[in-house]
């Protein structure tokens, strides 16, 4: 494993990376039936089915986390075991070209990477994804930061999230938790330890609903913050897609609303929110400001076929501020 000392780095992005490839099929090959509580994309079996248009790109939400915050200005590192093929090389090199520091990355050594095949169909996104066996390695040292970002990793994520958690009590490190599927299925108690020491959680309104038992929490947005921040967190922010995001600090409810911008393809549009989010309030900004940087920067993202191509950069920041500004998007305490 490759170390140097980087006293710069503000904030350590701990999770997973993947390689996605995505396609986009002719939409008269396809059958979709969205329905209020369930949709369906349908092929015909056994059939061809072409597609008009096919991309790659790095994603995962530790490595999307880790880009998204470097291109707003704050140095990150990222920590992740990855696999052992040509894959991994072309996502590291992706890394490096982005500027994140990779002094903490960890290869297993003749493991395949993680892999994800995206359908694109009308601006909604179906993810199919391989997660190899990963025997995930903590580093032995890691640089002194205010920050951590924890997120997703496969289903053995267990141990690996206890050496974390050390690690977190015992530097003092503000730690922005944001579970993945495998962790919100194994139930809040596989992640009470994490959540317990969490400054800030970053999670969707199903998720909230799962964790928390709660249902049918429309109207009661503020009860859902709540009974999320209860878990142990100091700050809860829920997203709620079309809806926005909901946040609660302890004291103040807000509410920020969403640009009106057609989504092209949604995927990392949650990991673009968290990176806006958290790289404000590393970098001394608002609640109000944090999620405002957080929204513009999934509204961008979804501009995009893939999770970081509309990632905002620092410089792009201003011009997407003021365009929520003219559309009357903002934050409010409700």
């Known amino acids: 494993m490759r170390r140097r000392l980087m006293d710069d780095v503000k904030l350590l992005s701990i999770g997973d990376v993947t390689y996605d490839t995505f396609m986009t099929p002719i939409e008269s090959e396809a059958m979709c039936d969205i329905r209020e509580r369930e949709s369906f994309i349908c092929f015909t079996y056994g059939d061809k089915i072409p597609v008009k248009n096919l991309e790659v790109s790095v994603g995962g939400n530790a490595a999307n986390n880790a880009v ?4 707003l200005g704050v140095r990150t590192a990222l920590v992740t075991t990855m696999g052992d093929d040509e894959i991994a090389r ?8 982005e500027g994140v520091d990779l002094s903490y990355l960890t290869v297993q050594e003749n493991s395949p990477s993680n892999y994800s095949t995206i359908i694109n169909y009308g601006g909604e996104r179906t993810i199919f994804t391989y997660r190899p066996e990963r025997i995930y390695t903590f580093p032995q040292s890691l640089p002194l930061v205010g920050w951590a970002y924890l997120t997703s990793l496969a289903e053995n994520f267990s141990e690996f999230y206890d050496k974390v958690m050390e690690w977190v009590k015992a530097n003092k490190v503000k730690l922005a938790f944001n579970p993945g599927s495998r962790q919100i299925r194994a139930g809040k108690e596989k992640i009470q330890n994490v959540l317990s020491e969490t400054y800030i959680v970053y999670i969707n309104r199903s998720e909230a609903e799962s964790l928390t ?20 967190p100091k700050i809860s922010i829920i997203t709620d897609g079309g809806g926005g995001a909901y946040a609660f600090d302890g004291a103040r409810y ?3 609303g969403v640009l009106p911008v057609d989504a092209y393809e949604r995927t990392g549009a949650g990991d673009a ?15 109000n400001e944090a999620l405002l940087w957080g929204t513009v920067n999934s ?21 997407w501020l003021e365009r929520a500004e003219s559309s009357e998007v903002g934050v409010y305490e409700i």
């Not at 049918?216 to 142990?232: I, Q, S, V, W």
């Not at 929110?273 to 900004?285: E, M, P, V």
């Open 68 to 71: 998204g915050v470097t291109r």
């Open 90 to 97: 072309t996502i590291k090199s992706s890394l490096e070209q």
């Open 213 to 232: 038992g709660m249902t049918d929490t429309h109207g009661r947005e503020k009860e859902l913050l709540e009974a999320t921040c209860r878990l142990g």
């Open 254 to 256: 807000y509410h920020s």
């Open 273 to 287: 929110f968290g990176a806006g989010c958290i790289s404000a309030l590393i970098q001394g900004k608002t609640i």
């Open 299 to 319: 509204a961008s993202v979804i501009g995009y076929i893939g999770s970081q191509r509309g990632l905002l950069r620092a410089q792009d920041l201003p011009q």
